[in-house]
């Protein structure tokens, strides 16, 4: 499995930003599926935002029009450009990765689609 580590959380006010990262020890297979999933305590893990080797994205109709999930091939790098943050965005962000595409509409919100994880990097939003 890819090896995956997240940073850049943090705590903001509301209205405020933070851009998420996560290095990939190597992309070892082409195509892939890159995605940021977040989860507050009690809640189900849910999909945020998705990209796929052709550049295609998807959002969550939560943070459409506010994040923005972009990657750096070269430095095998996926980001996660979070605006306009809300209280309502306050989770653990992860980042996750698969072999292959996102798959048929919806199914990159699936988290046992990916078969590697980061460790999670923590955002807060007051």
């Known amino acids: 499995h890819v090896q995956l580590v997240e940073s850049g959380g943090g705590s903001v006010q509301a209205g405020g930003s933070l851009r998420l990262s996560c290095a990939a020890s190597e992309y070892t297979y082409t195509p892939y599926c890159l995605a940021w999933f977040r989860q507050a305590p009690g809640r189900e893990r849910e999909g945020v935002a998705s990209?796929?080797?052709?550049?295609?994205?998807n959002y969550a109709d939560a943070v459409k029009g506010r994040f923005s999930i972009s990657e750096d091939h070269a430095k095998y790098t996926l980001y996660l450009q979070m605006n306009s943050l809300e209280p309502g965005d306050t989770a653990m962000y992860y980042c996750a990765t698969e072999p292959g595409t996102c798959g048929p509409p919806g199914w990159w919100k699936l988290p046992s689609l990916y078969n590697s994880w980061g460790q999670g990097t923590q955002v807060t939003v007051s």
């Open positions: 990209i796929e080797t052709d550049g295609t994205t």
